[in-house]
């Protein structure tokens, strides 16, 4: 008999355990969070900005492969991020994300599964953080972002919280040679103009970094469809 391959978008609220909790809190709060103010010098504004409640969706802008640690790191609540489902044909990295917290999602298309495991956080205690750009950026700019972020919000009724990130790019080993700066927006209700949330986004993104967003081609492909689907 053929062992069934597990899915690794699939997620229940069951599974967004105290071990699973436990992994995140000792390997980002306290393993990543030491280098972070130790090299980095780390630094939140607007924690006021924060919900209290976990039905919302964090959005940051992306700019390394180290902000969804650190964003777990700084955030009150655990964090659940979206990995492309590649990742989860590396055997260590699938171990390692997985434990963290992650699931799979096809960046081309949306599955019900992450409908359901998107429902499925708002049920246990941690939320959802997405990366609206889908792929790292560079500092300076903002683009490559589509309206799947704001499709995803709209058909969970979650809202939107915009994260600004500089300096997470820079790769410093030296204590005291780095500063990240993370700021933390104004909620953006979730809405069925899905390109209206977007430039919201935008336009916050904009403020909370300094960066200049750049229209591409690309962003007429989403992931969950836009403001009429």
Same mark, same amino acid.
Request: charged residues 25%; proline residues 5%.
């Given at each position: ?7 690794? $978008? ?10 699973? $909790? ?11 969070? +030491?280098? /972070?103010? #130790? ?23 992306? #700019?390394?492969? /180290?902000?969804?640690?650190? #964003?777990? !790191? ?6 659940? =991020? ?17 434990? #963290?917290? !992650? ?8 599955? &019900? $599964? @992450? ?15 997405? =990366? ?6 560079? &500092? ?8 799947? =972020? !704001?499709? *995803? !919000?709209? /058909?969970?009724?979650?809202?939107? *919280? ?14 005291? @040679?780095?500063? +990240? +700066? ?11 103009? @899905? ?9 916050? +993104?904009?403020? *909370? ?7 591409? &081609?690309?962003?007429? /492909? $989403? ?7």
């Amino acid at each position: 008999m053929t062992k069934q391959k597990k899915q690794y $978008s699939v997620r229940e609220a069951s599974q967004f355990n105290r071990w699973r $909790s436990l992994f995140q809190f000792l390997v980002c709060k306290i393993g990543y969070m +030491i280098r /972070l103010k #130790l090299v980095y010098r780390i630094e939140v504004h607007g924690r006021e900005n924060i919900p209290e409640d976990n039905k919302y969706i964090i959005c940051p802008n992306h #700019l390394s492969t /180290l902000d969804p640690p650190m #964003l777990a !790191a700084v955030w009150p609540r655990n964090v659940a =991020f979206m990995a492309k489902k590649e990742l989860f044909d590396i055997r260590f990295i699938r171990w390692w994300i997985d434990w #963290l917290g !992650a699931f799979a999602v096809n960046r081309e298309s949306l599955a &019900p $599964s @992450t409908v359901k495991t998107v429902q499925a956080i708002k049920e246990s205690k941690w939320v959802l953080g997405i =990366f609206p750009q889908g792929t790292r950026g560079v &500092p300076g700019e903002i683009k490559g972002v589509t309206t799947g =972020f !704001a499709g *995803l !919000a709209r /058909l969970t009724k979650c809202d939107v *919280l915009p994260v600004g990130i500089t300096g997470s790019n820079e790769v410093k080993r030296i204590p005291f @040679t780095g500063k +990240i +700066i993370i700021n933390i927006g104004k909620i953006i209700p979730y809405d069925k103009d @899905t390109e209206k949330v977007k430039t919201q986004w935008i336009e916050q +993104i904009q403020d *909370l970094t300094g960066f200049k967003y750049i229209d591409t &081609p690309e962003e007429e /492909l $989403s992931l969950v469809g836009g403001k009429n689907d």
